[in-house]
């Protein structure tokens, strides 16, 4: 099936112009348009998003990423279950071989409430109880997970905000069980994020060649 990415926003290492370096915004559908060499779709309907390591970046940090988002904020009780799920393979990572491949984001707000990581050929993630928390200690969910492996991530989140993240690859399935987001939430709107996010800064040695590249084959995004 042809992965749709027309209607989200995607997170660009390209810059807006040449006097502002900050990265580029644009819809799914202008991004394949205007910039295949980090938003391609391949033959087989799959996506590739492309992320070198040295690249424009957002205001707030300095790592690059090639990453989609929801392009509207929802809450939790807007509907019984939310549900993004991703079906990828990474045939290259960052030399310090640790990048962000899912994420639920939180609006006006840095720290997510659930990053997912690809790290050394471990899917890992960080989870925030309470919105006021501190960076969570990174867990590991599932082993084995080498590069050009199809694996997938499926994030689910109730409207009560109990969180469930699921990785599986190889025929082998991990989940984290319920995970329970405090009441510091429910004033607080969300997005669903995916794609590639490096997790190391980037410097004028950065090599040009270094760069996080996925290849989504599915992705579901569910709000019901």
Not at 35 to 51: C, E, H, M, Q, W
Not at 59 to 82: F, G, M
Not at 121 to 136: D, E, L
């Amino acid at each position: 099936m042809s992965v749709n990415i027309d209607k989200l926003i995607i997170t660009t290492p390209v810059a807006k112009s040449s006097s502002d370096p900050v990265a580029l915004e644009l819809t799914g559908a202008e991004a394949l348009a205007r910039l295949p060499k980090v938003v391609a779709k391949l033959a087989d309907g799959s996506i590739r998003f492309t992320a070198p390591t040295k690249g424009a970046s957002s205001k707030s940090t300095h790592r690059t990423r090639c990453e989609w988002k929801e392009p509207v904020y929802w809450a939790l009780d807007s509907a019984d279950n939310h549900r993004s799920h991703q079906m990828m393979s990474l045939p290259q990572v960052n030399h310090t071989q640790k990048v962000v491949i899912s994420q639920l984001h939180v609006k006006d707000d840095d720290s997510p409430a659930l990053k997912v990581f690809w790290n050394k050929g471990k899917i890992t993630y960080g989870f925030r109880q309470s919105y006021n928390q501190t960076a969570p200690a990174s867990v590991t969910l599932l082993s084995n997970v080498p590069l050009n492996s199809v694996f997938a991530v499926t994030v689910e989140v109730s409207g009560s905000g109990v969180l469930t993240l699921t990785a599986k690859c190889k025929g082998i399935s991990a989940t984290t069980g319920p995970l329970k987001m405090d009441s510091s939430w429910k004033s607080r709107t969300f997005n669903f994020h995916g794609g590639v996010y490096n997790q190391v800064d980037y410097s004028d040695s950065t090599p040009a060649s270094d760069a996080s590249v996925c290849e989504i084959s599915t992705l579901q995004l569910l709000h019901s």
